[in-house]
């Protein structure tokens, strides 16, 4: 027997999948964890299925490959979000189909969120709805055995006909973090010569954004900076597996949240001197309230992504973001002051379900300022519906959808799902934001539109 773990590419149309620049850190986090158990493990990564690509019957080959890959007393995990679920939804019933028998375990964000769902959808065994390495190895123990998982906390499980949901379980301590295995990409598939090497320097976030789909919201964990250097050694042993230009990403959700730390960071990574450069989030607030971007080397940097999302202080206020513009704009200053404006990636969201164009209108304002007065890339995106806080009220705004709509894998790209979720957004609204954005592209401002494949893309190029 061995346990099979993968998580499966997003599909962006019907026969092409969306790029992967950086491998899934779970799945080889996982395969660490369960080899030093002692366990025969296999690992699928998304880059196996772009051999697919174009085929007509893209599912149908999908499933010829992990097909051969398996037998019927094997263990199968899929990690899982919200833009691969469809998919992992159709592959886990397409061999359910064929080995009635085999031992499905679902895991990551989507199945936790909807646990009771993708229960009801597939005959996956079990759901774990916990953080990977503080459940997997008991999990996998009891299905190897048929023993009663009544007791095994964190998970949805399926008795015979029954699915059976236990109690939450505690979120794994900073100490446990930083004893757990380490990811191990030494089976990284040797043609893909991903871009970015993903290493993970805290969990969860200290914030709990209305919009945002993150796991251990109001939770943040940073390890020591001491265990940092050890997960830097661990990955760049593997680097040669990476394309001969990759950068680390720091995968965290808010590396920024305590800036002492993160300073002592910023020295470690001119102590190593790996000759690579590194990606990382930042939270505007933090850039004020510290001298974190005094340590830092722009020239270790090769972008940071600073999350705005509206553009009006209302906006930011209702989703809950603890920011105004005006404390953007002195944050900006600073860093552009400290050499990092080139380094800078802003994120910004339109069409939050209380969003009309002169909302609309307020964000685009704030884009063209900044693009003219900081020349900082602004990255814009129509919002995506994921599950959020916002999912638990979308009534309140008209909006009447239910977890099926993640079940069709293109669900990113429907028109369909993108006017159910957009109540205020009308033609003219996304003819009035494609001319703005259009305009700010002929006066050569820094700035991008994305869109949804549906609609006729409008790329504003740097």
Same mark, same amino acid.
């Given at each position: 027997m061995k346990i099979i773990i993968s998580f499966l590419?997003? *599909?962006?149309?019907? =026969?092409?999948?969306?790029?992967?620049?950086?491998?899934?850190?779970?799945?080889? *986090?996982?395969?660490?964890?369960? /080899?030093?158990?002692? %366990?025969?493990?296999?690992?699928?990564?998304? %880059? &196996? %299925?772009?051999?697919?690509?174009?085929?007509? !019957?893209?599912?149908? /080959?999908?499933?010829? %490959?992990?097909? +051969?890959? @398996? =037998?019927?007393?094997?263990? @199968?995990?899929?990690? =899982? &979000? +919200?833009? &691969?679920?469809?998919?992992? !939804? @159709?592959?886990? &019933?397409? @061999? *359910?189909?064929?080995?009635?028998? #085999? /031992? $499905?375990?679902?895991?990551? *964000?989507?199945?936790? #969120?909807?646990?009771?769902?993708?229960? =009801?959808?597939?005959?996956? +065994?079990?759901? $774990?709805? +916990?953080?990977?390495? /503080? !459940?997997?190895i008991e999990v996998i123990e009891a299905l190897i055995n048929d023993d009663d998982m009544s007791d095994i906390t964190g998970i949805t499980y399926r008795d015979g006909e029954e699915i059976i949901k236990n109690p939450d379980c505690g979120s794994l301590t900073i100490e446990e973090l930083e004893d757990s295995p380490l990811p191990d990409f030494s089976i990284l598939p040797k043609k893909a010569k991903y871009m970015d090497i993903p290493v993970e320097t805290s969990r969860g976030c200290k914030f709990s954004c209305a919009f945002c789909s993150i796991p251990h919201r109001n939770n943040w964990r940073g390890i020591s900076v001491e265990q940092l250097e050890r997960r830097l050694k661990n990955v760049m042993q593997y680097k040669d597996n990476f394309s001969p230009i990759s950068r680390i990403l720091f995968v965290d959700d808010c590396f920024t949240a305590n800036p002492e730390r993160a300073k002592a960071i910023a020295e470690k990574l001119k102590e190593l001197n790996f000759n690579k450069k590194y990606f990382i989030e930042v939270r505007a607030t933090d850039v004020l309230k510290s001298d974190l971007f005094e340590k830092f080397d722009p020239d270790l940097i090769s972008s940071m992504q600073v999350g705005v999302e509206c553009g009006y202080d209302e906006g930011l206020r209702k989703i809950r973001k603890g920011l105004t513009i005006d404390k953007l704009l002195e944050a900006l200053e600073k860093l552009v002051n400290k050499g990092f404006s080139d380094k800078i990636m802003l994120s910004f969201i339109i069409g939050f379900p209380w969003e009309g164009m002169e909302e609309i209108n307020k964000t685009l304002d704030t884009i063209e300022h900044i693009a003219t007065n900081f020349n900082i890339f602004c990255n814009l995106n129509w919002l995506l519906f994921l599950p959020s806080d916002l999912w638990k009220e979308k009534e309140k705004y008209n909006i009447h959808i239910n977890e099926s709509i993640y079940d069709n894998p293109l669900w990113p790209n429907s028109k369909e799902v993108f006017d159910i979720t957009h109540p205020l957004v009308t033609e003219e609204v996304l003819k009035e934001t494609k001319s703005r954005m259009a305009d700010m592209e002929a006066r050569g401002l820094s700035a991008k539109l994305n869109t949804p494949i549906f609609m006729n893309t409008v790329d504003i190029i740097r």
């Open positions: 590419p997003e *599909l962006l149309e019907e =026969s092409k999948f969306e790029p992967h620049h950086t491998p899934p850190q779970v799945i080889y *986090l996982l395969y660490g964890v369960l /080899k030093d158990a002692g %366990f025969d493990v296999e690992v699928i990564d998304p %880059f &196996n %299925f772009y051999q697919f690509e174009g085929e007509k !019957k893209l599912y149908e /080959k999908c499933f010829e %490959f992990i097909d +051969s890959k @398996i =037998s019927e007393d094997d263990i @199968i995990c899929f990690s =899982s &979000n +919200s833009f &691969n679920w469809g998919f992992t !939804k @159709i592959l886990t &019933n397409m @061999i *359910l189909n064929k080995y009635p028998d #085999i /031992k $499905i375990v679902l895991g990551g *964000l989507h199945p936790t #969120i909807f646990d009771d769902y993708v229960m =009801s959808v597939t005959n996956a +065994s079990v759901v $774990i709805r +916990s953080e990977g390495e /503080k !459940k997997l």
